[in-house]
């Protein structure tokens, strides 16, 4: 992990002081999250991981994002999980859950839309026959301008060559990123709907599943939208999922580079939802007064 840090002059004072105290801080709370997993005692039901980019993107400062995994460490975690995890599509996972399975199993999604997704991800996912579903907020594909994370979108060519995948399920993540909860009815139906439209042009079958951005859930209004249009939608929670969960309300749990095999395991088994919680405290504070 320190091995992000940046070195030389840029390294001195503050960010330097940051940059050390961040991953102990990150480990920390990771440790408390796995204490407290201790006392929960059923580890069934399908975790749901999300992805963002592999591949490295480096933030202002030369530092790597936390969502950004490694194409090394992603091959590991996909071979691990090819042979000893079940790995479902979210179809399989939605029926199984609606028909009150019990088995343990694993879903792999990704959000945003990004090149790395053909060029590191798809390859990998082929090599060892493990599916995932694929979030994209259209109008960055479309108009081929930075996503709001920074970083650049990958074009309609290449989410149609990832789409023909037989591993490969396409979803929605909105139009434009819009946090669903700050918009008014008109603008909710608005999100949805060109990114339904643009998917459906584009890839010749309309979106069943949906992703919020940022895992922001937001107004009924908006919830209602995004039940009314998909089979199924995705927040947080980094926790599993059991029979019962409402489909569109499903967790997931963020695969973080500073993770490790350690942590990524215990996600995998639904662990380290404490983690979640402190995240969810600190990012009300932080997209208080954002948009996307
Ligand atoms: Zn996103």
Same mark, same amino acid.
């Given at each position: 992990?320190?091995?992000?840090? =940046? ?5 001195? /004072? ?52 936390? !969502?950004?995994? $490694? ?14 995890? +079940? ?43 493990? =599916?995932?579903? *694929? ?6 594909? $479309? ?6 994370? /920074?970083?650049?979108? !990958? ?48 890839? /010749?079958?309309?979106?069943?599943? *949906? ?31 059991? =029979?019962?969960?409402?489909?569109? +309300? ?8 500073? $993770?490790?095999?350690?942590? *990524? ?13 402190? +995240? ?13």
């Amino acid at each position: 992990v320190s091995g992000a840090a =940046p070195t030389g002059a840029g390294a001195a /004072g503050a960010d330097g002081l940051r940059a050390r105290l961040v991953p102990a801080g990150r480990s920390a709370v990771k440790g408390a999250s796995a204490a407290a997993d201790l006392l929960r005692r059923d580890r069934s039901g399908i975790s749901v991981l999300i992805y963002h980019r592999v591949g490295l993107h480096l933030l202002d400062g030369g530092r790597a994002g936390q !969502m950004e995994v $490694d194409p090394n460490a992603f091959e590991r975690q996909v071979a691990w999980l090819a042979a000893n995890r +079940r790995v479902l599509t979210l179809d399989a996972a939605l029926a199984e859950l609606a028909a009150g399975g019990i088995e343990p199993g694993v879903v792999l999604t990704f959000d945003d839309g990004t090149p790395d997704w053909v060029e590191h991800a798809l390859p990998v996912l082929e090599r060892h026959r493990v =599916p995932a579903t *694929f979030y994209v907020a259209t109008r960055f594909v $479309d108009e081929q301008v930075e996503l709001p994370g /920074g970083g650049r979108p !990958m074009t309609w060519s290449a989410l149609a060559e990832l789409d023909s995948s037989d591993l490969v399920t396409v979803g929605s993540h909105t139009h434009g990123h819009q946090l669903l909860d700050r918009l008014d009815a008109h603008r909710v139906d608005d999100e949805l709907d060109r990114s339904i439209d643009l998917l459906g042009e584009h890839l /010749g079958a309309p979106p069943e599943h *949906f992703a919020y951005p940022k895992a922001v859930a937001g107004s009924t209004v908006a919830e209602a939208a995004v039940r009314r249009r998909f089979r199924s939608a995705v927040l947080a929670g980094t926790r599993s999922n059991r =029979p019962g969960q409402d489909p569109h +309300r499903l967790h997931r749990s963020p695969v973080q580079r500073s $993770d490790g095999e350690r942590w *990524f395991r215990r996600k995998v088994d639904g662990g380290l939802a404490l983690e979640d919680d402190l +995240r969810r405290a600190a990012n009300r504070v932080r997209h208080r007064g954002r948009t996307t």
